[in-house]
């Protein structure tokens, strides 16, 4: 079969692995035919490691030495607002490491952030050489168009421990539009909408042919549908605590109970409209007595009460679009990424901004990867001819004297560039 290449979304809650096979960009299933993997670590009593959906599982039942979200923390310091929420948020231990940096704390060892990462990229790793029954070495690898250098180069070594040879990191509304525009003499601006578990970007390209340029790129790095999941989470808690006086988020084995029932509740009111959330003996009133927890949430009361972070892409979308000097009715099409794209308070949200509908054709929890794929391919192939022309998504600058730093080059600044400046 030759090198292949394959592409490797790595997420904040889920990662998918794709390769070009046959001239057609394929996700890759798992021996059990799951095409999209639990971005969780899980360690366990005897000294075994559980990587993806199986380490899902062991959320409630071994919930301080099972890794979760961390995507939210790699590449950042330990000082930084985002370690303190996550130090509050989460079961397992956060903690210093050397020069600032996080550590995850399980069993008594430490783990760098690159290390649990490199822990999911090696499962996607395998779950390629399984199914192609030959080696990977070589992968492009993804990460939020509004990463810092610290955290492309933290997603890069990940890789490098997992052993694969990173042959390039490219942002994931990039991606995404690679995997939509692909193949399609088209000629149009759009707008990739990437909500995913952790992190919100929205990026503006314009695809002429097969050159895909990036015009500009914005995002939050702590948005995602894990902020859905917690509002549903303290509703639920709220409400038990009025009825019973006892805050089941005090007790973590309670409180990853609620998440899991918050995350399903969520995913079924996009469905249906309505979610029955019930978690049986979930915990004990000072009598001994074993309490249930049975709640309905119907489509408006999540509105209601998601609305606001729905408001806070819009924010975003508003950064980009001015970046990039134009309004929402320029663009020509909107690709929708990530899991929390599929609610249709997000969905009805963004055709309302954006004045059109959006493409829902190609799955959003795939897209990203699919997107990957067709780059590694790219890089590989002589022949293919998709160009691709990024931005940096940050402003880059220079140290100098007394603290101060300089601005050398602007955020939205097509890449590669090179600027001098003599002080």
Request: charged content about 25%; some cysteine; glycine content about 8%.
């Amino acid at each position: 079969m030759g090198d292949i290449v394959v592409g490797i979304d790595l997420g904040t809650s889920y990662s998918c692995v794709s390769a070009v096979l046959n001239g057609k960009p394929t996700v890759i299933p798992n021996e059990w035919g799951e095409l999209i993997h639990a971005s969780i670590v899980s360690f366990l009593d005897d000294g075994s490691v559980v990587v993806g959906n199986a380490a899902k599982r062991s959320i409630v039942t071994n919930a301080e030495n099972t890794v979760y979200s961390a995507k939210r923390l790699i590449g950042r310091y330990f000082f930084s607002d985002e370690v303190r929420k996550a130090q509050g948020a989460m079961p397992y231990k956060v903690v210093e490491g050397p020069g600032n940096s996080v550590r995850i704390e399980v069993h008594g060892d430490t783990y760098s952030l690159p290390d649990i990462a490199a822990l999911v990229l090696k499962e996607m790793k395998a779950i390629a050489e399984t199914y192609l029954n030959q080696p990977v070495t070589k992968a492009v690898i993804t990460v939020p168009a509004y990463f810092n250098d610290n955290q492309r180069q933290a997603t890069k070594d990940a890789g490098r421990i997992a052993g694969l040879d990173v042959l390039r990191i490219i942002n994931e509304p990039t991606a995404a539009a690679l995997a939509c525009g692909f193949g399609r003499d088209i000629n149009q601006r759009i707008a990739v909408y990437d909500l995913g578990g952790g992190t919100f970007d929205v990026s503006i390209l314009e695809i002429g042919r097969d050159v895909f340029e990036v015009l500009s790129t914005a995002g939050d790095t702590y948005l995602g549908g894990d902020d859905f999941d917690d509002r549903i989470l303290n509703w639920l808690a709220d409400d038990f605590q009025t009825k019973t006086k006892l805050d089941l988020r005090k007790n973590k084995y309670c409180l990853q109970m609620l998440k899991e029932a918050s995350e399903q509740a969520k995913i079924t009111v996009g469905e249906k409209r309505v979610a029955t959330i019930a978690c049986h003996a979930i915990c004990k009133d000072p009598s001994g007595k074993v309490l249930d927890l049975e709640q309905t949430l119907t489509e408006d009361v999540f509105n209601r009460m998601v609305m606001d972070l729905v408001h806070r892409t819009f924010k975003v979308c508003d950064e980009a679009l001015q970046s990039a000097r134009m309004t929402a009715s320029d663009i020509d099409a909107v690709i929708l990424v990530g899991g929390p794209t599929r609610l249709p308070i997000v969905r009805n949200s963004v055709k309302h901004y954006f004045g059109k509908e959006p493409q829902t054709g190609v799955n959003p929890d795939q897209v990203v990867s699919l997107g990957a794929a067709i780059q590694a391919h790219a890089l590989i192939d002589q022949k293919t001819e998709t160009f691709l022309v990024d931005v940096t998504p940050l402003s880059l600058r220079i140290g100098t004297v007394g603290g101060y730093t300089e601005r050398i080059i602007e955020k939205n600044t097509p890449i590669p560039i090179e600027k001098t400046k003599t002080f």
